[in-house]
Each structure stands twice: as structure tokens, then as C-alpha cells.
């Protein structure tokens, strides 16, 4: 969204004509994944992202956090990370985090699940005492809903929806103010994934986390997220409150993909 004038309060995430352009690589030539996104999230708000396959919602997930070369703008709590400084960006990244579609992507296999999350809290040195990180650790792994029986388990040893919760937990040990979530339940069974968005959205309240939520199921969206960007081929066709993107859809693209839905049985 176009930053709001109106209000005092700028947005704890603003991404300003972001555009990635993936270099030539032996035949294939550059390819422009992302064109001039931009958009906006408040503290605490959820913006849900949907496209088809290929749109590039993963690329805007990861140029939003710097994971991969970008031109354009992305401002977080207040910082410029486009321009900001290792070090800065060190430091930000507490802030800022990512959970990943395949859980086994966001866990190092040789980490057991307690070290996993206890390492960015002590990386990020929360708390002085290391009994403190150890308990804000055990709570967090608690709120994931991560029995303590698999504290000591490795990633392999975990189903899926456990690890997922785990990544989750990692995530958000540091206490992050922006969870970026690239479809964070489509490798995961239909109770399962109800059971890690109803994860979600208990810390987005509780937490008062702000979510950038990447996802095919359009019915997740409309009950996760304030508002909704719709993207084809890099661009963002439509924006706004999903109610009303949902409801009445503008762009012939955000009506086709609405009716590719199957109807409720
Ligand atoms: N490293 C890369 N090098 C070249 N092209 C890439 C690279 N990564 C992604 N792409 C291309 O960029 C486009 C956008 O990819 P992206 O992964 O962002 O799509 P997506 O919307 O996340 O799709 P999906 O819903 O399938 O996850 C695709 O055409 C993809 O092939
Ligand atoms: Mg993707």
C-alpha cells in the first residue's frame, strides 16, 4: 500500500518500489521476478500476500528481509535495510523474522529442537543470565504447543507439524515484532495446518506480532489478514482490506483467481 500521509505512525514495515532481477545464468537470460512492489504493514497487522504459483510471493518474502539482492526500498522500525550496515542489520534482524513452506529448511539438522531456539535468544543476548534464556526458552517451546519431551529430539525426529511448530518457536524466541510466513502450512496435513495458522494468530494477539502471511488459500487470508496484496507476474494487480478485494475483486486476474476456488462441498 502506499504509505498513509494521514497517519502520524509510520508503518513498522514499508516496502517502497522493491524490485529483483535474478542475473543470467549459462543459457537462461535475466529474469525480473519482482517489479516495483510496494506496500505497507502497521505494528501488529497482518498482510496477506496471494498469487499463483511463480507470482513471486517467495521472492518478495525474501527481498523484504534481505535474503536476496533487491533494488528499491524496505524500511523496518524505523531502520532502511536496503542501505543499513552488517552490523545494523545484525541487530535488526531480532526484529524481523522468517518461517519458511518446508520446516526442515529453517531448522540445522544437527541442532536439538532446545538448542535450536535457545540460540538466537543468547545470540541476540535477551536476558543477562543464562537460566533466564534457558526458561524464556522452555516457556516459548510451551507456547508453541513443543511437548518437553522433544527438547532433546533432532529435527529428523519430529513429524512435520512439529517442526513446524519449532521453526515457529525459533522465530519468535527473540521476541520479533514482524513474522514474514512464506505458506508456513502448505507442506503440512489439513489438522495440522489448522492447528499451526490457530498457532499463528494466538501469537499475533497475544505477542502483538505483525504477520506478513504468504499463502494459496485465499479462505486463510480473509481470516488472518487485515489487508491483501494480489501478484501476477511480479506486480501487484490489486491491494487493499481483504473484505473488499474479496468481496469485489477490480483486477480480472484477483476474479480468476477467485473463481478458481473449488466450492464449498
Ligand atoms: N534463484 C532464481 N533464479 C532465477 N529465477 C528464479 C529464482 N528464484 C525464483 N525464480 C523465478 O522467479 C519467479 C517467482 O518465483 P517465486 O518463488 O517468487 O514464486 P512464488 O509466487 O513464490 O511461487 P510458489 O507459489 O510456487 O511458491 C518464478 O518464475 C521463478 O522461476
Ligand atoms: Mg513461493
Not at 535475466?30 to 505494528?43: E, I, K, T
Not at 518457536?169 to 495446518?193: G, Y
Request: net charge positive; with cysteine; hydrophobic share 45%.
Amino acid at each position: 500500500m502506499a504509505p498513509d500521509l494521514t497517519n502520524p505512525v509510520p508503518p513498522l514495515l514499508m516496502v517502497d518500489r522493491l524490485s529483483v532481477t535474478f542475473p543470467p545464468r549459462g543459457r537462461r537470460p535475466a529474469f525480473q521476478a519482482l517489479r516495483a512492489v510496494s506496500c505497507s504493514l502497521g505494528a501488529g497487522g497482518a498482510l496477506g500476500v496471494v498469487g499463483e504459483s511463480g507470482s513471486g510471493k517467495s521472492t518478495l518474502a525474501r527481498a523484504m528481509l534481505g535474503l536476496t539482492p533487491s533494488s528499491g526500498r524496505v524500511v523496518i522500525d524505523g531502520l532502511e535495510w536496503t542501505s543499513a550496515s552488517a552490523g545494523q542489520l545484525r541487530k535488526a534482524r531480532r526484529h524481523a523474522q522468517m518461517i519458511f513452506q518446508d520446516p526442515a529448511g529453517s531448522l540445522n539438522p544437527r541442532f536439538r529442537v532446545l538448542d535450536a531456539v535457545l540460540e538466537p535468544v543468547l545470540f541476540h543476548r535477551l536476558f543477562d543470565s543464562p537460566d533466564r534464556a534457558l526458561a524464556h526458552t522452555l516457556h516459548t517451546l510451551e507456547a508453541c504447543g513443543v511437548a518437553p519431551d522433544l527438547a532433546q529430539r533432532y529435527p529428523h525426529q519430529l513429524s512435520g507439524g512439529q517442526r513446524q511448530r519449532v521453526a515457529i518457536a525459533r522465530a519468535i524466541a527473540p521476541r520479533p515484532k514482524l513474522l514474514v510466513c512464506d505458506e508456513p502450512t502448505s507442506a503440512l496435513d489439513v489438522s495440522t495446518q489448522a492447528q499451526v495458522l490457530n498457532l499463528l494468530s494466538d501469537l499475533k494477539r497475544d505477542l502483538g506480532l505483525a504477520i506478513v502471511f504468504i499463502s494459496h488459500d485465499l479462505a486463510v487470508v480473509e481470516h488472518l489478514c487485515d489487508d491483501v496484496i494480489v501478484m501476477n507476474q511480479g506486480e501487484v494487480v490489486e491491494l487493499g482490506p481483504c473484505r473488499r478485494v474479496f468481496d469485489h475483486p477490480q483486477h480480472p486476474y484477483t476474479q480468476a483467481l477467485l473463481k478458481a476456488i473449488p466450492a464449498a462441498p
